[in-house]
């Protein structure tokens, strides 16, 4: 150590606490402080007196290695494009983000907003599925570099259903809790308070059912939906025995996993499922969150039905994205929606190697689906491509796919056979196809 030159700082151990004094003291805290670089020397301390017959102390490296390693550790990790929550707290996007809690008909929600109504366009709004929040559901979406460029466009809102916040004290004993069709009755009340001309939704699982039935009971409220895992069907007896059961037998947490997660997901038992059932263990008051499990596994039948299927059929009017991983547990529900809907405003995106929540899982492709359906809408016309080294450009991807709603280009035979597509072209999107008006697209 004594040897060591200026610029070398290979091999260099950190010291102990009794070794390092003072001075590495001081360093440490600098660096916390500074996020992780040292922070440079005070040009205003002068240096101290040397004695004449002393040699001169060693110099320390102006980087050490495990501070340099930290360093790019940490950038490296806000780049990543799936991110595992360490806590909750980290998970808080940049920007100027505050909190409300708005009295509604049916109660108090948690709300918290980016940016003001900007003119005409519609406002993003997101409502989570049971057993997360809007931290855990869509942080590592929201971060992702491509739905920033986006979202700077619009004022995001997030919604939290009642008392499954961070930091939520527990609802008092007797609490009756909303019901899903209450739950959506809530959210013109935050409409109106933030002055949103409408809204573009985003919900996930419980989220996506609750905003679905926002849409069918206000429709000239919503402009368009992005529905992930959700399942329009009530749960029967069988399936309602089962989940009481389950909720005998293992803990609550464990009881929801499953609602969240893939089986693979879960038989692996994969760092992010790890990861997650620690978070809702600790983050999210336990007995209102058995409240909120129990609503939803008490909720009805969407009551949508394609025209012409039956009588006086009610579905949604405005352009949907169905969204669902491959093999995730909600994969035969966001079917069975899809066969609801109107196919010719209707989207359905089928995620490969995604789990149960592709929103965390493949964040990057899940944005650029979100830039295209808006594209699709008349919004964001022009986006910046950062693969590209130009500025701005128009994605032509969107327009011909916007087409192929009305009209198909050209068949292709889909993998099994039973399907027939409407091929088109896409710079980053490995297969997009249409059957007929319906688009599938597998990415």
């Known amino acids: ?78 780049r990543t494009s799936g991110v595992i929550p360490e806590s909750c707290e980290q998970l808080m996007p940049v920007g100027d983000w505050k909190e409300h809690d708005i009295e509604t008909p049916y109660g108090m929600l948690h709300v918290v907003i980016r940016g003001a109504p900007k003119g005409n366009k519609p406002a993003i709004l997101t409502y989570h599925d049971v057993g997360l929040n809007h931290k855990l559901c869509f942080n590592s979406f929201f971060n992702n570099e491509d739905m920033q460029e986006i979202t700077k466009h619009f004022v995001v809102c997030h919604v939290d259903a009642p008392g499954q916040q961070i930091g939520a004290s527990q609802l008092p004993q007797g609490y009756q809790y909303p019901t899903m069709d209450q739950l959506a009755g809530m959210l013109p009340t935050v409409v109106q308070h933030f002055g949103f001309k409408s809204i573009v939704g985003i919900g996930v699982g419980a989220g996506a059912y609750i905003l679905a039935k926002l849409a069918l009971i206000f429709p000239d409220m919503v402009e368009g939906l992005v529905l992930l895992n959700i399942d329009p069907n009530g749960k029967g007896w069988i399936d309602w025995a089962a989940t009481k059961l389950s909720g005998l037998t293992s803990a609550l947490p464990d009881t929801v996993l499953p609602h969240l997660f893939s089986q693979e997901e879960l038989m692996n038992n994969t760092e992010l499922v790890q990861s997650y059932r620690q978070q809702i263990n600790n983050t999210i008051n336990q007995f209102n969150l058995q409240l909120f499990w129990n609503m939803y596994n008490s909720r009805r039948d969407l009551e949508m039905n394609r025209s012409g299927t039956v009588i006086n059929a009610k579905t949604l009017k405005c352009p949907v994205m169905l969204v669902v991983g491959d093999n995730a547990p909600a994969e035969e529900g966001v079917v069975e929606c899809n066969s609801k809907l109107d196919p010719t405003n209707t989207t359905f995106l089928k995620m490969a190697d995604s789990g149960g929540l592709p929103q965390l899982t493949q964040p990057g492709k899940l944005s650029e689906a979100f830039k295209y359906f808006l594209q699709g809408m008349g919004y964001i016309a022009y986006v910046k491509d950062r693969r590209l080294s130009g500025g701005p450009v128009p994605s032509a991807s969107m327009t011909r796919l916007a087409r192929s709603r009305t009209a198909s280009l050209t068949s292709a035979s889909s993998i099994d056979g039973s399907r027939s597509r409407a091929c088109t072209h896409s710079d980053s999107t490995e297969g997009v196809g249409t059957v007929t008006q319906t688009m599938e697209v597998s990415c």
């Open 1 to 78: 150590m004594a040897g060591m030159k200026e610029q070398q700082f290979t091999e260099e151990k950190p010291l102990l606490p009794e070794q390092r004094g003072v001075d590495s003291d001081m360093q440490d805290k600098g660096e916390e402080a500074s996020g992780g670089l040292p922070c440079p020397a005070s040009p205003a301390s002068p240096a101290s007196p040397v004695p004449p017959n002393e040699p001169p102390p060693p110099s320390r490296p102006t980087h050490r290695w495990h501070v340099i390693a930290r360093h790019w550790l940490r950038q490296t990790r806000r």
